[in-house]
T-cell receptor, first 108, second 116 residues
Framework: QQPVQSPQAVILREGEDAVINCSSS?????VHWYRQKHGEAPVFLMI?????EQKGHDKISASFNEKKQQSSLYLTASQLSYSGTYFC?????????FGTGTRLQVFP | DSGVTQTPKHLITATGQRVTLRCSPR?????VYWYQQSLDQGLQFLIQ???????AKGNILERFSAQQFPDLHSELNLSSLELGDSALYFC???????????????FGPGTRLTVT
């Protein structure tokens, strides 16, 4: 029941926007977003909880549609530092199952 | 620096051998999670401990086992190693209390295991 992310990869110029989607077949308690740069550990970005509570990054926003079991991560005015692989993690029964990943590359 | 430490950083061993990976969580965190990441693959959840007790299990092979000690550090034991076990193994920690669900996780730098 691994969540599916789309697109698999995105290439952007600095300043452009991107949306990464995460979809699950299971009912979710929360959705988490992490970013992993090449050769590094994943870093926490954001949690979206059932009921609308949101915690996380001040330059990246996200939405969580509980009924559709979907989440989207919005990256606006992208910077070079946004490059990396983005993983969503869906939570049910105390486990966080990570999605397939979306590779984002931002060029000058 | 996340505050989570993992040792060793790299490990090279032969098939059939046994290794132990060690993780120390952030100060104050009670939950420890183990993940496996193969080359260009996603993060596969293996197992979670909370305050010394196993809390959740993922796709962990029977050849693998883990434990969390009273000082909250955790060890992941991998035995009868196969070539396919070569991967990056991450430990993560969180405040984590049962009944609340999963809190944000802080990942250690990982242990890269190479089985030859």
């Amino acid at each position: 029941q691994q969540p599916v992310q789309s697109p698999q990869a995105v290439i952007l110029r600095e300043g452009e926007d991107a949306v990464i989607n995460c979809s699950s077949s299971k009912a979710l308690y929360s959705v988490h977003w992490y970013r992993q740069k090449h050769g590094e550990a994943p870093v926490f970005l954001m949690i979206l909880l059932k009921g609308g509570e949101q915690k996380g990054h001040d330059k990246i926003s996200a939405s969580f549609n509980e009924k559709k079991q979907q989440s989207s991560l919005y990256l606006t005015a992208s910077q070079l530092s946004y490059s990396g692989t983005y993983f969503c993690g869906t939570e049910s029964t105390d486990k966080l199952i990570f999605g397939t990943g979306t590779r984002l590359q931002v060029f000058p | 620096d996340s505050g989570v430490t993992q040792t060793p950083k790299h490990l090279i061993t032969a098939t059939g051998q046994r290794v132990t990976l060690r993780c120390s969580p952030r100060s104050g965190d009670l939950s420890v999670y183990w993940y496996q990441q193969s080359l260009d693959q996603g993060l596969q959840f293996l197992i979670q401990y909370y305050n010394g007790e196993e809390r959740a299990k993922g796709n962990i092979l029977e050849r693998f086992s883990a434990q969390q000690f009273p000082d909250l550090h955790s060890e992941l034991n991998l035995s009868s190693l196969e070539l396919g076990d070569s991967a990056l193994y991450f430990c993560a920690s969180s405040v984590g209390t049962s009944g609340r669900g999963v809190y944000e996780q802080y990942f250690g730098p990982g242990t890269r295991l190479t089985v030859t």
